[in-house]
């Protein structure tokens, strides 16, 4: 299985803060790499599809990039509602993993 | 708007076998990737495996031996049953659609755009 390593696991931060995660892949998974937040009590949210894709509909205070085994996801300025766990995810290779999130609160 | 809904018991008891169903409304089951997923209580996201429209499957391996899923695409539906349940099976489990992009005209079977709200299921004597 392809391992999928988010850092960090945790992060405080304020709005208006602009707020990186990278997830890392065990072996190259080019750009099969999807990002997703998830609120309290609530399924995950598609915000970001193949590396950089942003999903329609979805803020562009939202972006991703990366290929390969290093990826990034970036939040330029933190909105009150941003304030959730975020997910990585590979499809490159089955089964498909996630990675194992990071929680955004407050400061 | 596709909406998906799980559907089956909240508790099992340890060797039993889980059924759950996804019933879809808003879209076709002829088209896309669906999938279930789980999640434990306070971890993490776990595929489970996913049927395509054409009936074609895969499993993760730590669960295969164990999981059939199937498709109804005139009920507009899809199922999943997981054997022999142990307290480890305890979850939230979520049915999923794997997203369509439309910039290259693939169906991708990860990119979850549409989920259920989750049905939990606790595995208990």
């Known amino acids: 299985d392809i391992q999928m390593t988010q850092s960090p696991s945790s992060l405080s931060a304020s709005v208006g803060d602009r707020v990186t995660i990278t997830c890392q892949a065990s072996?190259?998974?080019?750009?099969?790499l999807n990002w997703y937040q998830q609120k309290p009590g609530k399924a995950p949210k598609l915000l970001i599809y193949?590396?950089?894709n942003l999903k329609a509909g979805v803020p562009s205070r939202f972006s991703g990039s990366g290929s390969g085994t290093d990826f990034t996801f970036t939040i330029s300025s933190l909105q009150p509602e941003d304030f959730a766990t975020y997910y990585c995810?590979?499809?490159?290779?089955?089964?498909?993993?996630f990675g194992q999130g990071t929680r955004l609160d407050i400061k | 708007q596709v909406l998906l809904q799980e559907s089956g018991p909240g508790l099992v008891k340890p060797s039993e076998t889980l059924s759950l169903t996804c019933t879809v409304s808003?879209?076709?089951?002829?088209?896309?990737?669906w999938s279930w997923i789980r999640q434990p209580p306070g971890k993490g996201l776990e595929w489970i495996g996913y049927?395509?429209?054409?009936?074609?499957?895969n499993y993760s391996p730590s669960l295969k031996s164990r999981v059939t899923i199937s498709i109804d695409t005139s009920k507009k539906q899809f199922s999943l049953n997981l054997s022999s349940m142990t307290a480890a099976d305890t979850a939230l489990y979520y049915c999923?659609?794997?997203?369509?992009?439309?910039?290259?005209?693939?169906?991708?079977?990860?990119?979850?755009?549409?989920w259920g709200q989750g049905t939990r299921v606790t595995v208990s004597s």
């Open positions: 999923a659609r794997g997203y369509y992009d439309s910039l290259t005209g693939y169906y991708l079977s990860g990119a979850f755009d549409s």
């Open positions: 808003g879209a076709s089951l002829n088209t896309h990737y």
């Open positions: 049927i395509h429209y054409s009936g074609g499957t």
């Open positions: 072996q190259d998974i080019s750009n099969t």
């Open positions: 193949d590396a950089s």
């Open positions: 995810e590979q499809y490159d290779s089955l089964p498909i993993t």
